[in-house]
């Protein structure tokens, strides 16, 4: 089946630094969304793209829908201790929706 | 207010036993979801519901067995648990079936463990 190709799988990082993650479909997807799970909860959106090429941000997350339509990225500037958790991207496509297989983000204090 | 919630938060219980969870969401959505999240953190479709109404079943073992009694709500019902049915297991909604501009909501999740 479909699926949505999520990198890097894991980070670890140093507070205050900058993070990119990306996700790429063999498929047009004509909607882009970002999801942050902490530990122990449920998946939350964090941003959701329409177009492409929109470039969208929610205070120092940053997600932009690619030209093509294949793909979408998530920028974290100024890492914090509470950014840590998994960040999964999504699409819908037909009846449902596609997942990738999440980033899980550590950083260090 | 919580959009989707779900009961029970955390489940231990027996190989053999069979065991409900339930769902319900307050957002006027019509569609509702349930995901299974192995220990790799996938998340995998098992159902969806569309107007209480089976869109969607995933190769899921006929042990589980969702009900919708209502659009607001979807409950999981899995008999004969086995070792392998432990996971998080969460329900979603969205206005409609991964449509275009749609958007998914999560519940917080149920922590499955079978002894």
């Known amino acids: 089946g479909q699926q949505l190709n999520q990198s890097p799988q894991s980070m670890f990082i140093q507070e205050g630094e900058d993070v990119s993650m990306n996700c790429t479909s063999s498929?047009?997807?004509?909607?882009w969304l970002w999801y942050k799970q902490d530990p122990g909860e449920g998946p939350v959106l964090l941003i959701a793209l329409y177009k492409a090429g929109e470039l969208t941000s929610n205070g120092r997350l940053t997600a932009q829908f690619g030209i093509t339509r294949k793909d979408s990225f998530l920028n974290i500037s100024a890492s914090i201790p509470s950014d840590v958790g998994i960040y999964f991207c999504a699409g819908p496509l037909g009846s449902k929706f596609y997942f990738g297989s999440g980033t899980k983000l550590n950083v260090k204090p | 207010d919580t959009a989707v919630s779900q009961t029970p938060k955390y489940l231990v219980t027996q190989m053999g036993n069979d065991k409900s969870i339930k769902c319900e969401q307050n957002?006027?959505?019509?569609?509702m979801y349930w995901y299974k999240q192995d220990s790799k953190k996938f998340l995998k479709i098992m159902f969806s519901?569309?107007?209480?109404?089976?869109?969607i079943n995933e190769t899921v073992p006929n042990r589980f067995s969702p009900k919708s009694p209502d659009k607001a709500h979807l409950n999981l019902h899995i008999n004969s648990l086995e070792l392998g049915d432990s996971a998080v297991y969460f329900c979603?909604?969205?206005?409609?079936?991964?449509?275009?501009?749609?958007?998914?909501?999560f519940g917080p999740g149920t922590r499955l463990l079978v002894l």
């Open positions: 519901y569309n107007n209480k109404e089976l869109i």
């Open positions: 498929s047009i997807f004509n909607t």
């Open positions: 979603a909604s969205s206005q409609d079936l991964g449509a275009d501009q749609e958007t998914q909501y």
């Open positions: 957002l006027g959505h019509d569609t």
